[in-house]
């Protein structure tokens, strides 16, 4: 089983939708989450850190359910600028507390 | 400002050469990493470094060499022993504690 594991899609919407990704990961000790987002080409950026309350930026949302080890995103009003890769990030305890990616969720936003 | 520069952005290799990706940054980081990214795929971690003078292996380690000598630097020497170079190259550090990484802007290496 793989540490992290996203759906590869990929999301086809259109502007304005609402869409969800979710996220499995394997490891009950990990303590910090994150979503990034990677344009083609381009190197992964810190999206927003994922709480267990959940919390907001703006049109996104992140949730975070210990339980049952899943992550989820939620983009609101999808914007053409959204379309990217999203990847799904959480920490391991143990190799230095590096950081295991998922292979990431592929969004594509249409007019 | 402060930030991770990657150097160069596009790097050719020969067959049987070694190469080194440069990965120098200023935001005072204690841990670095370099991870290798392959179309399609997620990242995997090459060499990680938690400190000066120490560095330790990740999950694909074999082909490849790391040194830090100082604290804003983490070169990686891709050798001839990695059969499968051509990949997006990503370096990124962090400060101590539960922090997201900073990347760079990547190298990508193609063999000739």
């Known amino acids: 089983r793989k540490e992290v594991e996203q759906d590869p899609g990929p999301f086809n919407v259109p502007e304005g939708a609402t869409v969800a990704f979710n996220c499995t990961y394997s490891?009950?000790?990990?303590?910090?989450f994150f979503w990034y987002r990677q344009d083609c080409r381009k190197e992964p950026k810190l999206l927003m850190s994922v709480y267990s309350s959940g919390n907001e930026d703006g049109r996104f949302t992140a949730q975070l359910n210990r339980a049952s080890q899943y992550i989820s995103l939620l983009i609101r009003d999808s914007k053409l600028s959204d379309s990217a890769t999203y990847l799904c990030v959480v920490n391991a305890m143990e190799y230095g507390n590096k950081l295991v990616f998922g292979a990431g969720t592929i969004l594509r936003v249409k007019s | 400002d402060g930030g991770i520069t990657q150097s160069p952005k596009y790097l050719f290799r020969k067959e049987g050469q070694n190469v080194t990706l440069s990965c120098e940054q200023n935001?005072?980081?204690?841990?670095m990493y370099w991870y290798r990214q392959d179309p399609g795929q997620g990242l995997r971690l090459i060499y990680y470094?938690?400190?000066?003078?120490?560095?330790q292996k990740g999950d694909i380690a074999e082909g490849y060499s790391v040194s830090r000598e100082k604290k804003e630097s983490f070169p990686l020497t891709v050798t001839s022993a990695q059969k499968n170079p051509t990949a997006f190259y990503l370096c990124a550090s962090r400060p101590d504690g539960i922090y997201g990484y900073t990347f760079g802007s990547g190298t990508r290496l193609t063999v000739v």
């Open positions: 490891n009950s000790a990990s303590q910090s």
């Open positions: 935001l005072n980081h204690d841990a």
């Open positions: 470094s938690q400190i000066v003078n120490d560095f």
